[in-house]
């Protein structure tokens, strides 16, 4: 800087010479503060995320007793409506006969188990309720809600759900078939806490 | 003809002394006054105009509904019912709002279809039409998260099917649609977002739509032939020649808008609209509003998530692109013999989608979406680029006045009368 100013010249053109200090100090001003600019934009993308009174909503109880060999219930969980299907010996024994290569989804999709289950109908079902289908009730298309649930449903080809929207159609096993759906019905979470309870979450 | 040299003449003392401090008036005088405009603009240069009022009539219309809407689950659907009721002249400013909305992308359509047609996005006017791309995604926008307000059954499903859209993006597709919703599900936290970005984005639109004038009176109006302003009789000041016909069509068109909301309010609405949102229960046909139907016939023509997705979303992303995807040099269609045809195809391909996309997706419809998306994509990627460098263009006048006399292009009627009411 002193002889610049004893000379009277202008700053030396960018790309000349060595590096300044004033290069330095501009550069780690600046990125110190757009550090400081990137962090203090979290809270405000952070907040748009599910509150702690959302997240604590996360468990439903759900007495089975009352659902027939055949019959089917939604309930609600998270917002999300679940579905828990009654399955006859019928649906269970087709379910438990498809090769996993014949699927277009090969994973479980089952949130209690590894990533890379494949979807078995043993791995989406509990060992000794395999009777019982819990599936998350939304098309993984794009978030309609599949018929299939009343007795008088459209179920599609494979007998399990039908999702009107786009034609996705699921076997008894929730798992995906035909159609543009990319993944098998979710099973969330959940277990028997007795023989006709389950706990959701 | 009137001396279009700045005319500005500051004649009382306020006046003055504003003048010099800020000069406001002098601007606006300069930029809607004197402002040089081709002489040979036709009715489809009056749908800025027109746009500019449909903001400032969502923007007023808009603000008084939110002195009576509640953004939440339990009352949103219930306080739109009572704005329609029982608040003093709600049903009005309901319809003015929700038919505006149409209007508004009726008149965004046909904007864009004149600045295709005359070639106003090539150079220099690159920057204006890149601002015009921006200006209707966020208008789109405005106008989805608008539509979710009512919080009947097909806002609630459109927002699910909308937002799941982002889901079918790898990795962190699921992170966004949680983000976006503030749950796990389409909810009444999301609604209330939904409202706050509703509320601000036409303001936004306000600011670009400021920049976009700023860009077109920096370079200058397009016209019918494409030829530049050469000589000053190529022009005439803005007012009161582009102004009174500007004004002409907005009553006409302020006719159509008032006959909609005044007789038939809801036709262009949809009937599931008026069942209250239900987190159990899908409609069966799940359509957006018409607006939206060419884009969402894109979306359903691709049989994978992502490619789907991918494509509806580059379906407006490539008009960014369109000044350097043309390559003629000659800017007006008129002057075109092959392009001219491909170009009427392309329109007729937009107009069919949209027909298309209100359907339901099976058999020979979703077979007819997926022709008319494939010539949507080539129209712009491989016509565009190629027609323009093997066309011989027809010969254009030597200048817009000359055309407007009879030279070359050839007036219409409305252009031979605005000329011969200048010779008087
Ligand atoms: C770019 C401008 C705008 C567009 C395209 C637009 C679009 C829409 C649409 C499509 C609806 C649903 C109408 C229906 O079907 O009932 C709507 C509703 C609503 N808008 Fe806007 N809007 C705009 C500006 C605004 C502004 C500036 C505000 C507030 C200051 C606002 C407040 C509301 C409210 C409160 C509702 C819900 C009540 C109702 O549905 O009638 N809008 N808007
Ligand atoms: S949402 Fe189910 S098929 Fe598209």
Redesign the pocket.
């Known amino acids: 800087m002193a002889p610049e100013a004893k000379t009277g010249t202008a700053l030396p053109p960018i790309g000349h010479g060595e590096p300044t200090r004033r290069d330095f100090l501009t550069t780690a001003a600046l990125g110190w503060a757009a550090v400081g600019g990137a962090i203090s934009l979290w809270p405000f993308i952070q907040q748009m995320n599910p509150d702690a009174s959302t997240q604590a909503l996360s468990s439903t109880e759900v007495d089975l007793a009352p659902i027939k060999e055949g019959q089917a219930i939604t309930v609600l969980w998270r917002g999300k409506p679940v579905f828990i299907r009654n399955r006859t010996k019928d649906e269970v024994e087709k379910a438990a006969n498809v090769p996993v290569g014949d699927l277009p989804d090969k994973g479980a999709q089952n949130e209690a188990l590894a990533d890379r289950a494949p979807a078995t109908d043993q791995n989406r079902t509990k060992k000794g309720h395999e009777n019982w289908m819990v599936v998350v009730g939304i098309c993984t298309h794009l978030g309609c809600i599949p018929k299939g649930q009343g007795l008088s449903d459209q179920r599609g080809e494979y007998g399990g759900w039908f999702c009107p929207c786009h034609g996705s159609t699921y076997d008894t096993s929730g798992r995906i078939r035909k159609g543009p759906a990319p993944r098998n019905l979710e099973v969330p979470p959940y277990e028997f806490v007795s023989a006709t309870k389950i706990k959701i979450g | 003809m009137s001396d279009h040299e700045p005319s500005y003449h500051p004649s009382n003392p306020f006046s003055k002394w504003m003048d010099s401090r800020l000069p406001i008036m002098r601007m606006m005088h300069g930029q809607f006054v004197d402002f040089p405009t081709p002489r040979n603009l036709n009715y489809m240069w009056t749908f800025g105009g027109i746009l500019t009022f449909m903001?400032v009539v969502?923007?007023v219309?808009?603000?008084v509904?939110?002195m009576h809407?509640q953004p939440s689950d339990a009352e949103a659907f219930n306080s739109?019912e009572l704005?329609r009721r029982d608040v003093n002249y709600g049903w009005l400013l309901?319809n003015i709002?929700?038919v505006?909305?149409s209007m508004?992308?009726f008149a965004v359509y046909l904007h864009m279809a004149r600045g295709i047609y005359y070639g106003s996005y090539k150079a220099p006017r690159e920057i204006l039409w890149i601002l015009g791309v921006i200006i209707f995604l966020?208008?789109m926008a405005?106008?989805f998260?608008?539509?979710a307000?009512?919080w009947g059954q097909m806002s609630f499903w459109g927002v699910t099917v909308i937002t799941n859209l982002f889901s079918a993006l790898p990795l962190v597709g699921t992170g966004i649609t949680k983000w976006l919703w503030g749950g796990y599900a389409v909810s009444g936290v999301t609604l209330n977002r939904f409202?706050s970005l509703?509320?601000l984005?036409?303001?936004v639109?306000f600011g670009v739509v400021i920049l976009h004038i700023w860009a077109l009176h920096v370079v200058g109006q397009n016209n019918p032939t494409g030829l530049d302003i050469k000589t000053k009789s190529d022009s005439v000041p803005m007012l009161p020649f582009a102004i009174m016909k500007d004004a002409f069509a907005l009553a006409m068109f302020a006719l159509v808008y008032a006959w909609f909301v005044f007789f038939v309010p809801n036709y262009l609405?949809d009937a599931d609209?008026f069942i209250e949102a239900n987190p159990l229960s899908t409609p069966p046909h799940i359509v957006p509003?018409w607006y939206f139907l060419p884009f969402y016939a894109i979306l359903r023509s691709i049989p994978s998530k992502l490619g789907g997705v991918l494509m509806m979303f580059g379906s407006i992303a490539l008009l960014a692109f369109l000044p350097w995807l043309d390559t003629s040099n000659v800017r007006s269609t008129k002057y075109r013999p092959i392009f001219k045809w491909f170009l009427w195809a392309f329109f007729f391909s937009v107009v069919a989608l949209g027909y298309l996309g209100g359907k339901p997706a099976e058999g020979s419809y979703v077979m007819w979406s997926r022709v008319f998306t494939l010539y949507y994509f080539a129209f712009f990627l491989i016509i565009m680029p190629v027609v323009g460098l093997l066309e011989t263009p027809r010969k254009l006048p030597s200048s817009i006045m000359d055309a407007v006399l009879g030279g070359g292009g050839g007036p219409t009627a409305a252009n031979a009368a605005t000329a011969a009411a200048e010779k008087r």
Request: charged share 5%; aromatic share 18%; net charge neutral.
């Open positions: 903001l969502q923007i219309s808009g603000l509904l939110s809407y739109v704005i309901r709002h929700a505006g909305a508004f992308f966020l208008m405005a106008g998260l608008g539509y307000l009512v409202f509703h509320f984005l036409p303001f639109i609405g609209n509003e």
